[in-house]
């Protein structure tokens, strides 16, 4: 399989279209079998359901090349099972876990001439989706869907070196307690994108969302977990029930027990004590983790021993571990790679 002439290391973090993409739809109360398509186009009636009251969810993943040269992706079961749950929060009939990754498998392969090189420090990300497709104006749930799966490479995400992030913490509410927190709804990023813009605006990376009842405790930020490193290296994350359950974040605590040995705890952590932390990191899929440096409440700074010019140790470690698993490296925990059969 020849690869397409891309420059891979100057990739960003946008979209390309690539060969292949695989719709299902849902009608009549089941899907239908599915199938690749080189159309990246949808045609859908303006009364969508989508359009009118944003129903869809969806996931993100990566394939890449390992340094012996397979094609994989990470934990992608578990992004299966997050879009069930997605899916039945907003009464989207599920789509079953075992043909979301036939789907993946078939939709990478499809595109392998994109899955960027070993050591290129790109990716080929994976987006998976569901929306209800048919007319809907009395709000209810729609009653046929579609679901979708494209792919697009994306460019390595520290280009130039790690530059550790400076936060602030928001002014607005990313989830209400019983709400859509913990469901990976698009719904949830439209509603974030003034705060985002905001925050840009003010010269600050992200935003540190606090728990809406009481403002007293860590979420997360629009699009990641937090972790924290306490100055005897145990690893702290926020347990809460309006958070998005971060594989990357899961995959990390994982790693911080078995791998190297660390306490870990997941458990409510209150702003107030976040200044006597060591370390602090973002975890999604796009970076893996991104190290924080300062997090600005309303003027007054907390500034983290590991400083504005790299990660600090334990955050390295960590980081190193996991991308050792996933580029095969290390070996990995039982079913965390799934091998990409490429004709
Ligand atoms: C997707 C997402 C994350 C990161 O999850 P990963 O599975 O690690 O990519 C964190 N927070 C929110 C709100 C998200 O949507």
């Known amino acids: 399989m020849e690869k397409k002439n891309i420059d891979w290391a100057n990739l960003g ?20 079998e599915g199938s690749l398509t080189a159309d990246p186009n949808i045609v859908l009636n303006e009364c969508a359901g989508v359009l009118q009251y944003a ?9 890449y090349t ?29 789509y079953p876990k075992e043909k979301f990754l036939d789907a993946i498998d078939r939709v990478v392969a499809a595109n392998a001439a994109y899955v960027p090189p ?50 602030k913490v928001s002014d607005f509410d990313r989830a209400a307690p019983h709400g859509t927190g913990h469901i990976k709804a698009g719904l949830n990023y439209a509603m974030s994108l003034h705060a985002i813009v ?35 290296n145990k690893v702290v994350t926020p347990k809460s029930n309006s ?8 995959s990390l605590m994982t790693v911080a027990k078995d791998y190297l040995g660390l306490e870990v705890e997941e458990r409510e952590v209150y702003f107030d004590e976040v200044g006597d932390f060591a370390e602090c990191g973002l975890c999604g899929t796009a970076a893996v983790i991104s190290p924080v440096g300062k997090i600005n409440d309303h003027g007054k ?21 996991l991308t050792g698993i996933q580029m095969g490296h290390l070996e990995a925990p039982e079913g965390w790679i799934r091998e990409i059969p490429v004709k």
Not at 13 to 32: E, H, I, K, L, P
Not at 55 to 63: C, P
Request: hydrophobic share 35%; aromatic share 12%; charged share 25%.
């Open 13 to 32: 973090f946008s979209y390309m279209q690539t060969d292949q993409r695989f719709v299902s739809n849902y009608r009549d109360g089941a899907w239908d």
């Open 55 to 63: 129903q869809t969810v969806f996931e993100g993943l990566k394939a």
């Open 66 to 94: 390992t340094e012996d040269g397979r094609i994989v992706t990470f934990r992608p079961d578990l992004n299966a099972e997050r879009l069930e749950n997605s899916a039945r929060r907003l009464e989207i009939p599920v």
């Open 118 to 167: 070993y050591g290129s420090g790109a990716t080929l990300y994976i987006r998976p989706y569901i929306f209800g497709t048919n007319a809907v104006i009395g709000v209810k749930p729609a009653d046929e869907y579609q679901f979708r799966v494209f792919t697009t490479p994306v460019g390595p995400y520290f280009k130039g070196g790690i530059k550790p992030l400076t936060i």
């Open 198 to 232: 905001t925050a840009h605006a003010e010269g600050f990376d992200e935003n540190m969302y606090l728990d809406a009842a009481t403002r007293t405790k860590v979420e997360e930020t629009g699009g990641a977990n937090f972790i924290f490193i306490t100055k005897d």
């Open 243 to 250: 958070i998005l359950p971060s594989i990357t974040r899961r």
């Open 301 to 321: 700074e907390i500034v983290f021993p590991s400083g504005m010019e790299d990660m600090g140790p334990v955050t390295r470690k960590l980081y190193d571990t």
